[in-house]
């Protein structure tokens, strides 16, 4: 895909901290710096991969592009539109291009409304549809187009399966047409063997519908194969972005191998390389200069001063680390 195709999404030093408050008054004692200049673009038609463990930042960074959290700083530019001045009526308005996948499907969805009362509501508040009609009709097209069939509008999300209730929260995410859609760990809390079948339709999704997305996992074997191109995010911070072929089999930054190394591997006698043990650090007290110098095999003392700006390593392919040789060892997918 070419570089010099305009940006839809730009995301430009985005930050998001929360307070840390104590006592009756809510006396602020610190900050969580969840997202911390953050800067991104996602092309039009493509899939960029956010990845990264559990406190990374992702999920943080995939609201704050639609505004279900606000961000701290930063803009967040869609088509040409500062979307981070938007007031709240056209917020609304300008919602109908930019829709959510949530994670967890049941907890989405309204366990005492009916699939056509959850597919018909998002139509109702974009006055999409001149009747019940309409609104039905339009409720069986995208039951259809998640591969389900007109059977399951009377039901309620309790009577479906885990992957059906993830089909119908992909369809309420299309029922307004959108450009841009945010997929929030769509399949980590499905079976694996129903997985495989969501990413699958994913990607059908947006190659017969022209769609846009960032796609949010910790799962890079998954991410390969739906994205375009990945962003590796640690406390936070970018620690590398490029080509999904680039970064999954060329990588350039040691929590990229990390992340790697940590998937499982088919062939005999593999020698997995061991990393230092222990969890991400607080986002409310992270490490000075590079914050993954605190479990990287490769830290040097001069990563403690030194915060590392994403630079170019290849075409497209950047990382933010200081080394001068970043040749690493090499783990495929």
């Not at 969840?34 to 609201?63: H, Q």
């Not at 609304?92 to 967890?104: K, N, P, V, Y």
């Not at 990563?303 to 392919?317: F, G, M, S, T, W």
Request: with cysteine.
């Amino acid at each position: 895909m070419s570089s010099e195709m305009a940006p839809l999404l730009q995301v430009e030093g985005l930050r998001k901290w929360f307070d840390i408050t104590r006592g009756v008054f809510g006396r602020k004692v610190g900050q969580v710096k969840a997202v911390d200049d953050v800067s991104f673009t996602v092309r039009s038609r493509e899939v960029l991969g956010l990845a990264g463990e559990s406190g990374s930042g992702k999920t943080t960074i995939g609201r704050s592009v639609l505004r279900l959290v606000e961000p701290s700083a930063g803009r967040v530019v869609f088509d040409g539109t500062d979307v981070t001045s938007l007031n709240t009526a056209d917020l609304r308005r300008f919602r109908r291009r930019m829709q959510i996948i949530f994670q967890d499907p049941l907890a989405a969805l309204n366990p005492q409304m009916t699939i056509e009362e959850v597919l018909s509501e998002p139509l109702i508040v974009q006055g999409i549809g001149r009747s019940d009609a309409d609104r039905r009709n339009r409720a069986v097209e995208l039951l259809d187009s998640v591969s389900l069939s007109s059977d399951y509008l009377k039901r309620r999300p309790g009577e479906m399966s885990g992957g059906q209730r993830q089909r119908i929260v992909i369809a309420r995410a299309l029922a307004v047409n959108p450009e841009f859609i945010v997929a929030d760990e769509p399949v980590s809390a499905l079976d694996v063997s129903i997985q495989a079948q969501i990413i699958a339709l994913l990607i059908e999704l947006k190659g017969r519908l022209g769609l846009s997305m960032l796609f949010i996992s910790h799962d890079l074997a998954a991410m390969e194969y739906i994205s375009d191109r990945i962003a590796v995010l640690y406390l936070g911070r970018v620690m590398e972005i490029g080509p999904s072929s680039e970064v999954c089999g060329n990588f350039k930054h040691p929590y990229t191998e990390m992340l790697i190394s940590a998937v499982p591997q088919p062939e005999p006698g593999y020698q997995r390389k061991i990393f230092p043990a222990g969890e991400i650090p607080s986002a409310a007290s992270p490490p000075s200069g590079c914050v993954f110098r605190t479990r990287c095999s490769y830290a040097r003392p001069e990563c403690a001063q030194i915060v590392p700006q994403l630079r170019k390593v290849a075409e497209d392919h950047y990382t933010a680390c200081i080394r001068d040789d970043l040749s690493l060892s090499r783990v495929l997918l």
